[in-house]
């Protein structure tokens, strides 16, 4: 059962979106969620992490203090808020279940993968 990410476009630098995570047929609940991405050539990374409850975070050092993860476990739904995006912030985002009900920030740790959603950031 994958999650599916939903919610890029096309945003210009300095601006923002949000991304949502979801899966209709199955509650993960009980595990943390990942946001990562991939720009063509490079390697998948992580993004951002959070928590089966919420309580824990974890962002990568290239999006501290622009990117915010949240979670609303009674729509089973979890969001990456972007802001101040740049040109680099370009790549396909997708979200996984952890295997873990903590934080991780290893793409090997992660399930359920989703087709990903396209952000492209014009400069």
């Known amino acids: 059962v994958q999650l599916q990410a939903s919610g890029g476009g096309l945003v210009q630098a300095g601006g923002s979106l949000r991304l949502s995570c979801a899966n209709s047929?199955?509650?993960?609940?009980?595990?943390?969620v990942g946001w990562f991405r991939q720009a063509p050539g490079n390697e998948r990374e992580s993004v951002a992490v959070?928590?089966?409850?919420?309580?824990?975070?974890y962002y990568a050092d290239s999006v501290k203090g622009r990117f915010t993860v949240s979670r609303d476990r009674a729509k089973n739904t979890v969001y990456l808020q972007m802001n101040m995006l740049k040109a680099d912030d370009t790549a396909v985002y997708y979200c996984?279940?952890?295997?873990?009900?903590?934080?991780?920030?290893?793409?090997?740790?992660?399930?359920?993968w989703g087709q990903g959603t396209q952000l492209t950031v014009s400069s």
């Open positions: 996984a279940a952890s295997i873990y009900s903590g934080i991780s920030s290893q793409p090997r740790d992660f399930r359920s």
């Open positions: 047929k199955r509650t993960f609940s009980n595990n943390a």
């Open positions: 959070i928590s089966w409850n919420g309580g824990d975070t």
